[in-house]
């Protein structure tokens, strides 16, 4: 079997430890997590499922953040490992396309992607309930708010680095406007990120393992591979104390992101760990940002614990392709293209 690689940039200053000896983990923590801790900057209670990308050498952050009054907004931070961070208290404020103030009523999950010259945020935005916000920047000084791209309601928006067959995609996940009873991944596609169209069904919740038997939703922007698209995702199940969220993987087709290749029976990573199992929102683990340097195929995940903080992961191209594929199994739906 030839060697599965990562297609894209080095980023020398990645955040890394290796695997601790002894262990055979297919994903393995930070020996310092949480990387960002409670009240993380005045008038900000938590900092959680958020995005970060390599920009100038450094690092941005799309922070999700709950201001002490409770309610969610966007929050702008920079760090020069992408461990330490530096994170502006007051939120971040959007603009339209005509240069007017656009802010959103509340803002959540959000996911950062570098297309072309351009950064793009998606996150859950308000629009008559939970749908998905999507704005640009170039410089992380103006955030211009473009077209909300779905009909409410959905979540976990999540676009492609790069334009596939011509065509930008984006990963969503259909909802309610509660805690939805169906939840599966779509893709839609658009020539120019307005007009979306072309939706097709990717991932079913559910199969063997319990772990994503609620619902499931994409996680961090894939990464590109020999193989395909490497996702990172969540997949929450109910118990008699709540909801457990837990990630998960899969590799999808690299010309067609709607066919699923291989897809991890069991979870990668599972609340285990203090910061995981203890907080605002007990057991969460929830993926919203990975990092991968080609050249080693070094992989630093960003997530979610707990609804407080910020916590990083690490695996590496080989290891990981390893485990899902080992593990792999198609869930009842998963190669129904949607066009019923
Ligand atoms: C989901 C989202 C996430 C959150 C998770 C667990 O529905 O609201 O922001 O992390 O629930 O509370």
Redesign the pocket.
Known sequence: MSKNHIIGNAIPNLPWEDRPKGSSAPVWRHSNNPVIGRNPAPGVARI??SAVAPWEGRYVGIF?GDAVNGR?CLYLGFSGDGLIWDIDPDRIRFQDEKGRPYQPSYA??PRLVKIGESYYIVW?TDFKG?SLGLARTDDFKTFTRLENPLLPFN??GVLFPRKIGGKYYMLSRPSDGG??PFGDVFVSESPDLTYWGRHRHVMSKGGDGWWQNL?I?AGAVPIETREGWLLFY?G?TQTCSG?V?SMGAAILDSDEPSRVKYRCGDFLLTPETWYEERG??PN?V?PCAALADAPTGRIAIYY?CA?TYVGVAYTDIETVTAYIKTRSETIDGDQDTGRI
């Open positions: 959680f499922n999700r969610p959540y999950d859950c939970a979540r976990n805690h939805t619902k939703g969540h929450a909801y969220y605002f929102v969460v929830f979610g609804d």
